[in-house]
């Protein structure tokens, strides 16, 4: 979408499942945006907590729509909601999340003065299953350039922040029904190959932390699937994407590698440090040294590098004077 931005209709899709801790407190922030042009969606996504879900979700009337399917996790319910939303803008909602009022207004003010058909994401708070304010997370400025490179190094970005124009999802697709708990950066990352990801430099939502979330409930399920999903993001990225005046290509993706060692994820380390290697015959004797070093180390111990990497620097450092 090009042009000036008028009042498009934007559509909160919520998809859940057993959600009824917490749903009315999402429908009720998604209703009250103060701006008005919005459609909500529910997509229930099979809930067998007898029919606590679904008493909430119809509580609310023709306030929104309401719509159950079979259970087929979350990329299946974001998926039913992209295929019937009327909105020219798509913005989804976690059940267990919150929106506040100026989330939508917000951010179509902020591309109707851009004058843009983007994307836009923000800051967000992040609390406790009782709504304490834990943490405030504010994102830092990225070229939409290297907004690829960003998603490959961080899992800072949150989907709920996102407004995207409904025309987008026509030329990457649906969301990767296969995954079940990677499906949101996957798309995030199609999606930046070809349209603009712009930081609106406000919290506009609530992040819940809580122990029935998935990713508390299965972590090593979880772990496994981001691995594999950053070993793709590893390969995918480009020279140009990467590309920066303070590092070399080699120096990039072996600095990558110890950021993903850290984290757990140990296949896609491997594949940057891969990638870094082939590098190798255009690196300094110094960035060749570091190379070794680090791979020596991410064999034999098993504990994140930035512990000892001060150490090791200092080691090529004497060793090359």
């Given at each position: 979408m090009n042009g000036k931005i008028t009042d498009p209709l934007v559509s909160i899709v919520i998809p859940v499942y057993n959600g009824s801790r917490y749903?009315?407190?999402?429908?009720?922030?998604?209703?009250?945006?103060?701006?008005?042009?919005?459609?909500?969606?529910v997509i229930d996504d099979g809930s067998d907590d007898n029919g606590a879900t679904e008493n909430i979700s119809r509580s609310f009337g023709n306030k929104i729509r309401y719509i159950k399917k079979n259970n087929g996790g979350v990329a299946s319910?974001?998926?039913?909601?992209?295929?019937?939303?009327k909105g020219d803008y798509f913005s989804w909602l976690s059940h267990d999340d919150i929106y506040y009022p100026n989330k939508i207004e917000t951010q179509i003010n902020f591309l109707r003065n851009s004058g843009l058909g983007a994307i836009c994401y923000s800051d967000y708070d992040i609390v406790d299953e009782n709504s304490r304010l834990l943490d405030i997370k504010r994102l830092k400025r990225i070229h939409p350039r290297q907004f690829?490179?960003?998603l490959a190094e961080t899992s800072d970005l949150h989907?709920?922040?996102?407004?995207?124009p409904?025309?987008?999802?026509?030329?990457?697709?649906?969301?990767?029904?296969?995954?079940?708990?990677?499906?949101?950066?996957?798309?995030?990352?199609?999606?930046?190959?070809?349209?603009?990801?712009?930081?609106?430099?406000?919290v506009l939502i609530q992040y819940r932390r809580h122990s029935a979330q998935d990713t508390r409930k299965l972590p090593s399920i979880v772990r496994e699937?981001?691995?594999a999903l950053y070993s793709e993001f590893v390969i995918t990225l480009t020279d140009s994407e990467v590309k920066d005046s303070t590092h070399s290509f080699q120096q990039y993706f072996l600095d990558l590698s110890e950021v993903l060692y850290k984290r757990g994820f140990f296949s896609a380390s491997s594949v940057s440090r891969q990638r870094a290697k082939a590098y190798l015959c255009d690196a300094s004797l110094r960035e060749c040294l570091h190379y070794k070093l680090t791979i020596l180390i991410q064999t034999f111990i098993r504990f994140p590098l930035f512990e000892i990497k001060k150490r090791v620097k200092n080691i090529m450092d004497s060793f090359i004077k």
């Open positions: 749903l009315g407190e999402a429908v009720e922030s998604a209703l009250s945006q103060t701006y008005p042009n919005i459609e909500v969606l319910a974001l998926n039913l909601g992209l295929s019937i939303i690829r490179r960003f989907g709920c922040t996102l407004l995207i409904s025309d987008c999802f026509r030329v990457v697709g649906k969301f990767d029904e296969r995954r079940k708990t990677t499906q949101d950066y996957d798309m995030w990352f199609r999606l930046a190959k070809n349209f603009q990801f712009l930081h609106v430099p406000e699937e981001c691995d």
